[in-house]
């Protein structure tokens, strides 16, 4: 089974409803029984249904939030697939606004609704095509109450497609996959961009909410098998899929990838920035693979405000794969330890046990451990003969002992070399720096914190702009509270790296992985500051890249320098010339020792000229001299240097299958020119927005 | 009319029921009676008067040499030998460049002997041909040219208006001012002697006559706003006094007070107040006055590290101008008040009382390391005090007893008891 974020069908995972668990069961009781009202009948809530009602925990708070989260969650998704099978990934992500007309008539229903009893709304109907600019400016005209309701109230419906050249699934396994909450393969110490295998199950609730229109799969697990087709709905109820329609169709390009599609209610107007902005920053993180974005927004007008971006490949070195790797002993807790003693065979001795499950413990230690533990362990007793006390004892010693730290080998940073290239490409910096942090250890949890520092720059505000990243995913929300952001704004002194924090466009890129990074809140959109070793860390990563750019901007200025020092110097020759003479030529009787130049300036034999043309001389003699030295120094002029463009060194064709069957033949021939065009459909689009 | 201290804190102890009962008693203390610890200070001091160590008495390496009061003369005698060499050099073809004593903190040494700070030997170079040191070198040569014309003409301006003869090259007034003590420094000659005096900040009143410029000034007859101290310093002569003290006050409202309620008529004293950080005129009056009429000063500054650094320039100098230590200090000022100890003695009110801030902590806490007060036990144990209770009080906490509470009680209590450090 490929490790991806498709759930599969979980093995056992007891859902939380799950009467024959008793324990769950006792608390509830004797809360009811004391409560004085009649007695509360117990009921039992699936995770569907807990969701479904805490949507905000998953981001879908509301609809604007919800269109964006769907299309994270679905992006990553076809990223852990594409990567799972060390394919470069090739993303496409299609967002159709689909019309009021034309979504009554999916739903079945022709007619325009017909409202008679115009007292019962609360506002006149919306006219169709609202989003154009010319309609707006009449509502402006004619109704001076809407004037801003289109663009903040326009919620639409749109249909999300997005499309990857990853691992695909198995045709039995898309149900679970795509309609289980809580269904997954990712339940282990390992980094992942998604964890819980709730992103496509959430995106499916809420498509149900909003629009109750079910969510479509089309998939191939290999180029030999069939391509599967699935319809699908979730019982939220029982947390349970739902099939519409699973059928299977031949194959013949021997495609493989995924396809999800999903109607939503959502906002594009106000979250178009978000959600171009996350494209542009999960390109900067993955900059091996290709994201194609189509917004159609079906209105036919000439500013209608569609959208093409191609966020082009730029390498094809991938980072390598997160390993999965065991407990380290400082982050288990009883629960956990429970867990893994009910994995092994009850016959398993304790030190086996201790030294093949958990990081970090050779059999000496365990050992070691044992004897430490006292007079009721002995080192040959097997797992089962553990009671509840003896794992409370172990979980304690495990805490207060030292082990070795996890190392990091098993993380997938996105590697400087990578992350330097996504900025260059995306951001488009004057100067930029990168650094890579060893890895460190948080609660038992290695992790690795890279950043980059990139000044100037495409779309840069002056001051500090944070791009901030975990587990080589983009965070936008909640930025003001994360380590990144405090640390950048607090703790690092950038004058001293000749940089302003104020005027200067500062980029700080800084990238954490880890196998948990320790969000704050519910939202997973923060890390907070409060782990000193991860701002510690985090600050040693931008203070290494501030260092690097100081040296380039010292560099920089000593060349403005020299190119101003002879004006700077020349400007204050005058006053010193003119306030020598005036003072020589007024002292009468003047001192044996300064007798020489009193008579000589006032004979007039020294001048304010003479002065000034011998100050002079001396400045442009030392210019020369510290030219020279400068250019011993510095070598050649570092300016010459070209941007040069790295040519993909896979062959175009193994990459661009996607690319050909969505295209026409001829479109593909000059890729090149009609990215460049995108892009530059992109900034207008953008600048339109702005 | 006062509130009782007590009142309002939660648990009256011991020792302020002990100073309520006090202070019912204090106003019978008669004149003779306040001024009999102030009179016995002052005799020991005369008593164990031995003549001041000067730089050159005690050995000591490194430190620059200390700097002279000079006559108008050999200041422009100076001025023109400094920059004869530098026409000098610049017909050589070599340029120019200044060799100035370094002022940075780095380069100040506390001298226990002397009891101030002086200036070590470490010079830096200002050349011409050097963007970073041109503008220096420049405002130098200028402002060496406008002192010399001063000398000549026997006259003398203020900082400011030094600034307004050439605001284009000058910029700011700090930039002119600073060159102004490089300057003082290279002649070694004291910034007095340069004829730029700061325009007046000081007021003294009190049981004080001298003559201004020839002009009679008694300072018991300065109605209640004072007399404003002149900069310039060797214009003040006949020094006459029967005051047996000198009250230094660090705040304006304080030295108010205690003018108005002619303090100094019931317990003969000079008051003097800065308004803040001393500056040099007034570091001057007082050494003159101490020099003059050896009485013991005692310092009322409020209780934080501000009022202690206030303490510290007038007694071991300013770091900015250490180069002029020996005329600027007046060593051996008695902290009265107010003190931290003096908090809880005289049941301050809590909300008269403020919390230190994270930078008053701080800079409570590099006092500490300082040798001035080191040096002195009493001192580092009120400062200890203070740092540990964090908390600070101004003079004017003591009004929440009544405005006139710190001239008819705090102070003859405090001078009663001889309750200095």
């Known amino acids: 089974m490929p490790p991806s974020k498709r759930a599969a069908p979980a093995p056992a995972p007891a859902p939380a409803n799950s009467s024959s668990n008793p324990k769950s069961k006792r608390p509830r009781t004797a809360a009811a029984s004391t409560s004085l009202p009649a007695p509360a009948t117990l009921k039992f809530k699936s995770p569907a249904e807990f969701f479904a009602e805490n949507k905000n925990i998953a981001g879908f708070d509301n609809p604007g939030k919800s269109l964006y989260t769907t299309i994270r969650e679905l992006v990553e998704n076809a990223l852990d697939a594409a990567e799972s099978i060390h394919n470069l990934p090739d993303v496409s992500l299609h967002i159709q606004r689909i019309p009021p007309h034309r979504f009554r008539s999916m739903l079945g229903m022709d007619a325009a609704p017909h409202r008679v009893d115009h007292s019962l709304y609360k506002r006149p109907p919306i006219p169709e095509q609202t989003t154009t600019k010319n309609s707006n400016l009449n509502n402006n005209i004619n109704n001076p109450d809407s004037h801003s309701r289109p663009r903040h109230t326009a919620n639409h419906v749109f249909r999300v497609t997005v499309q990857d050249n990853g691992c695909g699934m198995a045709h039995d396994d898309v149900p679970n996959m795509m309609a289980r909450v809580l269904a997954g393969t990712k339940y282990c110490v390992r980094q992942a961009r998604g964890k819980f295998g709730l992103g496509s199950k959430m995106a499916l609730i809420w498509a149900k909410m909003s629009t109750g229109l079910p969510l479509c799969v089309t998939t191939s697990a290999s180029p030999s098998a069939p391509i599967t087709h699935c319809v699908l709905d979730i019982d939220i109820t029982n947390n349970r899929p739902t099939v519409i329609s699973h059928t299977k169709s031949p194959n013949p390009k021997t495609w493989r990838g995924s396809k999800v599609s999903v109607t939503i209610q959502g906002n594009w107007t106000t979250y178009r920035s978000k959600i171009l902005a996350y494209m542009r920053q999960m390109a900067v993180i993955t900059p091996y693979a290709q994201f194609h974005l189509i917004f159609q927004s079906n209105v036919d007008a000439a500013d209608s405000k569609d959208l093409e971006a191609i966020f082009s490949r730029r390498t094809d070195h991938m980072p390598p794969p997160a390993r999965e790797v065991k407990h380290h002993p400082s982050s288990v807790n009883q629960l956990i330890l429970k867990q893994l003693l009910g994995l092994v065979k009850p016959s398993t001795t304790l030190v086996h046990f201790l030294s093949t499950q958990l990081d970090s413990i050779p059999r000496s230690l365990a050992v070691r451990l044992i004897n430490e533990l006292g007079p009721d362990f002995t080192s040959h007793m097997t797992v089962s003969q553990l009671q509840l006390n003896h794992i409370r004892q172990i979980d304690a010693l495990l805490h207060a002992a030292r082990f070795d730290k996890p190392n990091g080998s098993c993380l997938s940073p996105a590697g400087e070399y990578n992350l330097r290239l996504g900025i260059t490409k995306e951001l488009k910096p004057t100067l930029v720096a990168t650094h890579a942090e060893p890895a460190d250890v948080f609660e038992g949890h290695p992790f690795i914190v890279e950043a980059g520092v990139a000044l100037g720059g495409s779309g840069m505000k002056p001051g500090i702009n944070v791009y901030r990243f975990a587990n080589r995913i983009p965070l936008l929300f909640e930025a003001g509270n994360d380590v990144v952001t405090k640390t950048a704004r607090d703790s690092i002194r950038w004058n001293n790296y000749k940089i302003s924090p104020t005027t200067d466009r500062i980029g700080v890129i800084c990238s954490i992985v880890s196998t948990k990074i320790p969000f704050k809140g519910t939202g997973k959109e923060y890390i907070g500051d409060d782990s000193d070793v991860i701002k510690a860390s985090v600050k040693r990563a931008i203070t290494q890249c501030c260092l690097q750019l100081k040296t380039k901007l010292v560099r920089r200025a000593a060349q403005k320098d020299a190119a101003e020092r002879k004006k700077t110097i020349t400007k204050y020759a005058p006053g010193v010339a003119k306030a020598l003479v005036d003072l020589f030529s007024q002292v009468d009787n003047a001192d044996a020792s300064t007798r020489d130049v009193v008579d000589k300036v006032q004979s007039g034999e020294i001048t304010k000229e003479t002065l000034l043309n011998k100050l002079l001389e001396h400045v442009q003699q030392i210019d020369k001299e510290q030219a020279i030295e400068y250019a011993s120094a510095t070598g050649r002029d570092h300016k010459k240097t070209e941007m040069v463009y790295l040519a993909p060194r896979a062959g175009q064709e193994a990459y661009l299958n996607l690319w050909q069957q969505r295209s026409t033949k001829g479109k593909h021939d000059d890729k090149a020119s009609v990215s460049s065009t995108v892009r530059l459909s992109l900034l207008k689009a953008l600048q339109v927005s702005v | ?421």
């Open chain 2, 1 to 421: 009319m006062a509130p009782t201290p007590g009142s309002s804190r939660k648990r009256t102890t011991s020792k302020q029921r002990k100073t309520i009962s006090k202070r019912k008693t204090s106003s019978t203390f008669t004149a003779s009676d306040v001024m009999r610890p102030v009179l016995a200070l002052r005799d020991s001091m005369r008593k164990q008067r031995k003549a001041p160590t000067t730089l050159s008495d005690i050995n000591i390496q490194g430190v620059l040499k200390e700097v002279l009061e000079l006559g108008g003369l050999f200041v422009r005698r100076r001025i023109e030998s400094a920059l004869a060499d530098v026409a000098r050099s610049i017909l050589d073809g070599r340029g120019f460049r200044y060799v100035v004593p370094t002022r940075s903190a780095g380069n100040q040494l506390y001298v226990e002997e002397l009891d101030r700070i002086v200036l070590k030997d470490k010079t830096s170079v200002r050349a011409f041909a050097n963007t970073s040191t041109v503008r220096k070198t420049a405002i130098t040569t200028r402002v060496m040219g406008l002192v010399w014309e001063l000398c000549k003409k026997r006259i003398h301006t203020t900082k400011r208006d030094l600034y307004y003869t050439d605001v284009k090259l000058f910029r700011t007034q700090g930039e002119s001012d600073e060159v102004l003590n490089d300057v003082a420094c290279m002649l070694g000659c004291t910034r007095t002697s340069l004829s730029v005096v700061a325009s007046e900040k000081g007021i003294v009143i009190g049981r004080v006559q001298f003559r201004e410029a020839g002009d009679l000034i008694d300072c018991t007859r300065m109605g209640v706003g004072g007399k404003a101290i002149p900069p310039y310093i060797e214009k003040i002569t006949e020094i006459q006094s029967d005051a047996d003290f000198i009250l230094l006050v660090e705040k304006d409202a304080a030295f108010m007070r205690l003018a108005e309620d002619r303090f100094y008529n019931k317990y003969p004293c000079i008051i003097i107040t800065a308004k803040g950080q001393p500056d040099v005129a007034t570091r001057l009056l007082l050494k003159k006055l101490k020099d003059t009429l050896k009485i013991p000063i005692l310092g009322l500054v409020d209780s934080d590290p501000y009022g202690l650094k206030i303490l510290s320039v007038y007694m071991s100098g300013s770091k900015n101008m250490s180069y002029d230590s020996a005329n600027l200090t007046t060593p051996d000022i008695k902290w009265l008040g107010v003190r931290p100890s003096d908090l809880n003695k005289y049941g301050i009110p809590d909300q008269c009382r403020l919390a230190m801030t994270e930078h008053d902590i701080k800079t409570g806490k590099e006092l500490l390391e300082e040798d001035f007060i080191k040096k002195n036990e009493a001192w580092y144990k009120e400062l200890e005090l203070m740092v540990k209770n964090k908390e600070k009080a101004e003079i004017q906490a003591l009004s929440n007893f009544g405005f006139q509470y710190l001239t008819e009680e705090y102070l003859p209590r405090k001078l009663a008891q001889g309750d200095w450090i």
